[in-house]
């Protein structure tokens, strides 16, 4: 999963539908502080937001569909279903095979205290929305980590009070942002098979984000030059 700035550590705990999931919130140590946390994570933490629960279905394999909520009051969806399926048809197949449902979620009042980009649960990607003048706002400064990623993908940090930093997106960045990071991070997530501690599942994910996003941001609908 990716939390946004001012978000901690979380994890879930298995339900169907509207599930909660567990995790406690706290700023991870390492690049990246800024991702969700898909997978595996210790079950004792606190809660992470209700969502839904999409059964996997063997018979799906090697395609998915794609959910759009509503996006809330005051928010907003930054990429369209078609910009979705374009980028990760750019994938070699065996990489999209196991995902089944990609869902475009809606904030609600419950979700705003659980500030995530994406997050990866079973077969399915979630990506959140933004709000709707694309500046999000925050209660402490970011970290160097959260300052370099940002400007890897144009979106712009200020401070505008005393306990108050802005961080600013334009149309091209933050659609950069979602294609080229949030989205392959959780399917890094939905990938890894392998790796059981939540800072291995986070490496593997930030490796393969960079692998097929930043580095195949050329060729890419988020590449801010071609697609858009």
């Known amino acids: 999963m990716q939390f946004r700035s001012q978000s901690r550590l979380r994890n879930r705990t298995h339900a169907r539908n509207n599930a909660v999931v567990s995790a406690r919130v706290e700023r991870p140590n390492f690049p990246g502080a800024k991702r969700t946390l898909g997978g595996l994570i210790n079950a004792q933490r606190s809660h992470l937001p209700p969502e839904n629960w999409h059964e996997p279905n063997e018979e799906a394999q090697g395609a998915y569909r794609i959910i759009v909520q509503s996006p809330g009051r005051g928010f907003r969806h930054v990429v369209t279903p078609e910009e979705i399926r374009e980028r990760l048809a750019q994938l070699p197949e065996t990489l999209t095979r196991p995902l ?4 475009l979620s809606r904030m ?12 990866q649960w079973g077969c399915a990607l979630y990506l959140y929305p933004m709000e709707e003048g694309l500046v999000e706002t925050f209660h402490r400064p970011p970290t160097p980590a959260q300052l370099i990623e940002a400007r890897m993908y144009g979106g712009i940090w200020s401070q505008s009070g005393r306990r108050r930093w802005q961080l600013t997106w334009t149309e091209t ?3 950069d942002y979602y294609l080229n990071n949030i989205l392959l991070h959780e399917l890094g997530h939905l990938l890894d098979n392998r790796n059981t501690s939540y800072r291995d599942r986070e490496r593997f994910a930030e490796w393969f984000a960079i692998e097929h996003g930043i580095c195949g941001r050329s060729r890419g609908p988020g590449n801010g030059k071609t697609g858009r």
Do not use: D
Request: aromatic share 10%; net charge positive.
């Open 108 to 119: 609600t009042a419950k979700k705003k205290t659980f500030p995530l980009y994406g997050m």
């Open 100 to 103: 089944q449902v990609v869902q």
């Open 173 to 175: 960045s933050v659609r």
